[in-house]
């Protein structure tokens, strides 16, 4: 089970990338900012994270993670991103 940090950390992000899409609804022009460059911060490691480590992660633990990309991604087809 040492893959399971992987999943640690993607929810780790989405966490992150929840609580700052929250504080982006009521943040100013100055602070918004500062949190848009925060998400795209988090995003980018996010892919990265995709690209770089995905093909490596157990069989179990890959297919509960495409599983849950696969219910997300109904979530995308608005154009939003989180």
């Not at 490691?45 to 179990?60: A, G, I, M, N, Q």
């Not at 495409?66 to 939003?80: H, L, M, P, V, W």
């Amino acid at each position: 089970m040492a893959h399971t940090y992987l999943l640690d950390i993607y929810q780790l992000i989405d966490r992150r990338l929840k609580a700052v899409m929250d504080l982006l609804e009521k943040a100013d022009d100055q602070h918004r900012r500062n949190l848009e460059g925060k998400a795209a911060a988090l995003l980018d490691f996010k892919d990265f994270l995709h690209v770089t480590f995905d093909e490596k992660l157990p069989r179990r633990i890959y297919c509960r993670l495409q599983n849950k990309r696969e219910r997300d991604s109904a979530f995308d087809k608005g154009g939003i991103r989180y």
